[in-house]
């Protein structure tokens, strides 16, 4: 094998390298926005039903930011639509 030869199949390889790397990247950036999709769908599911993904519970909508949905018993006690029940964790956004 020449040198010329080595440096043509290097330069291959990074090529190869280069369009595996931009296949990869391809894939995350398609799995990413799945996920964000199905994240959104779920939370508009929330509000149209206003129902809690996680315990049931009704949810409501936090003005702070558009599209942010929340269970009713998200947050410190004192925000929580019952301080006595159990706290819930699950928000989302719409959009
Ligand atoms: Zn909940």
Request: hydrophobic share 35%.
């Amino acid at each position: 094998m020449t040198t010329t030869n080595a440096i043509d199949l290097n330069a291959e390889e990074t090529a190869a390298n280069r369009r595996e790397l931009k296949a990869r990247e391809r894939r995350a950036a398609a799995e990413s926005k799945r996920r964000i999709e199905a994240a959104h769908a779920e939370a508009a599911e929330a509000l149209r039903t206003n129902t809690c993904p996680t315990c049931g519970r009704k949810v409501r909508r936090n003005l702070s930011l558009t599209g942010w949905v929340q269970c009713e018993q998200f947050g410190a006690p004192a925000f929580r639509k019952d301080s006595t029940a159990a706290p819930c964790d699950w928000q989302g956004f719409t959009q």
